[in-house]
Nanobody, 123 residues
Framework: QVQLVESGGGLVQAGGSLRLSCAAS????????MGWFRQAPGKEREFVAA????????YYADSVKGRFTISRDNAKNTVYLQMNSLKPEDTAVYYC????????????????WGQGTQVTVSS
């Protein structure tokens, strides 16, 4: 069982930056692939970024590639999402998620979810 708690969301102007954190409970955090997803009002939850259990492989949605960076610190049981050059269309609730095994971009394959953190980008 893994419990996930996101933090770091907030209100920022377009072009600004935020760093989201996701703290995980449990001693087997390093066994899990981790993903960040987001959901805007009236839209489906969508993939943002994912990282393998070791951190050696990362994946990004085309819409955030070059602007967002996912990383993890297994010693701290934490995964991060550094978001730069934010745009109004990045406004959403951001969720982190965990799964055993290979890293995927499909939210339905993730087993554990945090409660989400709101990111609002003003124009």
């Amino acid at each position: 069982q893994v419990q996930l708690v996101e933090s770091g969301g907030g209100l920022v102007q377009a072009g600004g930056s935020l760093r989201l954190s996701c703290a995980a409970s449990g001693r087997t955090f390093s066994s899990y692939a981790m993903g960040w997803f987001r959901q805007a009002p009236g839209k489906e939850r969508e993939f943002v970024a994912a990282i393998s259990w070791s951190g050696s492989n990362t994946y990004y949605a085309d819409s955030v590639k070059g602007r967002f960076t996912i990383s993890r610190d297994n010693a701290k049981n934490t995964v991060y999402l550094q978001m730069n050059s934010l745009k109004p269309e990045d406004t959403a609730v951001y969720y982190c998620a965990a799964k055993m095994g290979i890293t995927t971009t499909n939210p339905y394959e993730y087993d554990y979810w945090g409660q989400g953190t709101q990111v609002t980008v003003s124009s």
